[in-house]
């Protein structure tokens, strides 16, 4: 239903900084994955604002937006002690134009399906990671005119709010406006070269070791991941709330959850209860929490620093 067409490197416009690049220890932790963004445009029949085609304005406007995004066009390599550097020379984004039968209705809630996994373009990580391009992105054209931009970033160079200024700034570039001085992102990836420290840690960091085995059932049977959709009310999370803050150990004090700490909190019990259904109670299970650190430690560089500022903690329970 959905055939890819044509396929693009694209390159920054103007000469950007090159060299090797240190990738910092939280970054060390999530990479090969990219993470998957699909971005739905309606058809739009009145509009009037540009004669040219949708591919050659993202080309365009993506290919300068690179010039101030640069790292997104280098690629991760393998040093010593199995972990990764930045080699940025401007080996360029993937850019790719496929077309699809169906129109926009056939996407429905937009369930991870197979038909909406075939929006995003497709990585090959069976190729050399230093052949894997950090950005992927794929325009389908539907039957009733209707765009989706289906847009894969590797987790190793990015956080949320680095990818949602770059997004902003891509699409600004776009529409044919210019970037002001105050949403140039800040590229200065040595501040958070924790090598250069040459110290011992103080404490076990857990949410640098390798995940645990399954054991049992889970060990001997390959399954296939499947997507699903869980809808919550806002009386089922305050319900949720309402649970967690109940005192514990006679202790009179009242902790302010948040919904996604409840709701991470509910489903890591669940999947927790199911996996134990195998009798496999001596199966570690660990649960990786991202916490941002602009807000908190590093407010001078607020959301312009490209690079991944979320760290991650790493609470374990045996069943």
């Known amino acids: 239903m959905i055939c890819v067409g044509s396929s693009y490197a694209v390159v920054p416009s103007e000469p950007t900084p090159t060299g090797i690049f240190p990738v910092s220890l939280c970054d060390q932790i999530k990479l090969s994955f990219h993470g998957p963004i699909l971005l739905v445009y309606k058809p739009n029949f009145t509009s009037t604002s540009s004669h040219s085609s949708p591919i050659q304005i993202l080309k365009n406007s993506l290919s300068r937006a690179l010039v101030h995004y640069y790292p997104l066009s280098a690629r991760l390599c393998l040093i010593h002690g199995g972990c990764y550097e930045l080699h940025c020379f401007a080996q360029g984004v993937q850019l790719l134009e496929a077309t699809c039968e169906a129109n926009l209705d056939y996407l429905r809630d937009f369930t991870p399906t197979q038909f909406v996994e075939q929006l995003m373009p497709k990585i090959d990580y069976n190729r050399p990671i230093q052949h894997i391009p950090l950005l992927a992105v794929q325009l389908t054209r539907f039957s009733c005119g ?122 890591w019990k669940c999947v927790s209860k199911a996996r134990s259904e195998g009798h496999e109670r001596d199966e570690e299970q660990v649960l990786l929490k991202h916490v941002c650190l602009q807000s908190s430690h590093l407010d001078a560089l607020k959301n312009l620093f490209y690079e991944d500022l979320e760290d991650e903690l790493a609470p374990s329970s045996k069943l």
């Open 146 to 267: 209707g765009l989706t931009l289906g847009v894969a970033l590797c987790r190793a160079v990015n956080d949320g709010s680095a990818v949602s200024g770059f997004l902003n700034s891509w699409a600004k570039l776009a529409r044919g406006d210019k970037l002001g001085l105050g949403e140039m992102p800040f590229l200065d990836r040595t501040l958070l070269d924790s090598w250069r420290l040459n110290k011992e840690p103080r404490f076990i960091h857990t949410e640098f070791h390798p995940p645990p085995f399954w054991t049992g059932r889970l060990a001997d049977t390959k399954y296939e991941p499947k997507g699903s959709i869980f809808k919550i009310s806002k009386d089922q999370v305050q319900k949720l709330k309402n649970r967690a803050r109940e005192p514990l150990g006679g202790s009179q004090q009242q902790l302010p959850y948040t919904s996604f700490e409840v709701i991470t909190g509910h489903l």
